[in-house]
């Protein structure tokens, strides 16, 4: 089986059963992202492959680690051998960071406001950078909003002032307001992520009460002029009941931008628990759209330095999952 139709149906299912020797230091724990206040995740590794499943002891999908990382990949009567990868903070080679683990808003698929976690101070952020230095290659940061979105941005820029000495590429993934792009790029941010999150105007109004879709829009128009090609990024979750045709449409508006984007499979969580998470099928259709996409623009998700084109756990990427 070619590892881009496994991978698309290890992400159908995207949690897994751990068993065998103990994994302590290969479990990742998320404050954002899919899996967020979870028992933890692992991400299981095929030569330069990867993929990132949740922890779920009913799973199907088992592994089992043999050991100093080595480990087998029980699914659909197969065993396919690799490795565990362990986190820098939240992915592999990276020191991705949520700033404040809570937030104002109630996005339904999102399970950060339901867990409420605090805002870390510039010194613990800066503990959790050292204590990693040695085996991440790139520093993400990323935010729920605490008070309001002004406030958030003006705190990640405080944040990020005292990160460009450790001379990592720095990526962003916050709620922005219309001046965000400048004020990153002015601090010497290498790349931006703002997420549409929704494939239509209609179903982020649905999805996200009160966050500004148009606004997205705008911003993500506005990187690709500040930060080039191949350094802008937007999540779209596949699954939230767009058609095929929406996302086609709303992946070839970004790429034509400039854009390139992350499509997300849902994690049904929050106030989407019990949505299904969109079939492997589903999730190879996409790819291909995704690909040609992707080359019309001459977009090359391979040369992402941070955040999720670089990890490529959560998702299926051209150029990097063939
Ligand atoms: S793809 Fe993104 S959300 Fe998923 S583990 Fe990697 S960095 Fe985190």
Redesign the pocket.
């Known amino acids: 089986m070619q590892w881009k139709d496994l991978k698309a149906r290890l992400l159908a299912v995207g949690q897994a059963r751990l068993t065998g020797e103990p994994a302590e230091q290969y479990i990742?724990r998320?404050a954002a992202?899919?899996g967020a206040g979870g028992i933890g995740a692992v991400f299981f590794a095929m030569g330069s492959h990867r993929v990132?499943l949740a922890i779920s002891p009913l799973s199907s999908i088992e592994i089992a680690h043999r050991g100093n990382g080595t480990a087998d990949l029980f699914f659909e009567g197969q065993c396919i051998s690799g490795h565990l990868l362990e986190p820098g903070f939240?992915?592999p080679d990276?020191a991705?960071i949520t700033v404040t683990g809570s937030c104002i808003f109630r996005c339904r698929y999102c399970s950060v406001p339901r867990i409420g976690g605090k805002r870390k101070t510039i010194e613990e952020i800066m503990k959790m950078v050292e204590s990693v230095r040695d085996r991440v290659h790139a520093i993400?940061i990323t935010s729920g909003v605490l008070s309001t979105i002004e406030e958030e941005e003006t705190y990640v820029s405080e944040v990020i002032q005292h990160l460009t000495p450790y001379n990592l590429p720095i990526g962003v993934s916050i709620y922005p307001t219309v001046t965000t792009p400048d004020r990153l790029k002015d601090l010497g941010v290498a790349e931006v992520k703002f997420n549409l999150e929704a494939a239509t105007p209609e179903l982020f109004s649905q999805m996200c009460p009160g966050l500004d879709y148009g606004l997205l829009w705008q911003v993500l128009d506005r990187s690709v002029h500040l930060f080039g090609k191949n350094r802008v990024f937007s999540n779209v979750i596949v699954g939230l009941g767009e058609t095929d045709e929406e996302l086609e449409t709303c992946i070839k508006k970004l790429t034509s931008l400039g854009v390139i984007p992350v499509l997300r499979p849902l994690n049904p969580v929050a106030g989407l628990a019990g949505t299904p998470r969109p079939s492997a099928e589903r999730l190879k259709k996409i790819f291909a759209i995704h690909e040609r996409a992707l080359a019309a623009a001459a977009l090359e998700p391979r040369l992402a330095m941070t955040?999720?084109t670089n990890?490529?756990?959560?998702?299926l990427v051209p150029g990097r999952d063939a």
Do not use: T
């Open positions: 990742a998320s992202g899919p990132k939240h992915c990276q991705f993400s955040m999720c990890c490529a756990g959560c998702d």
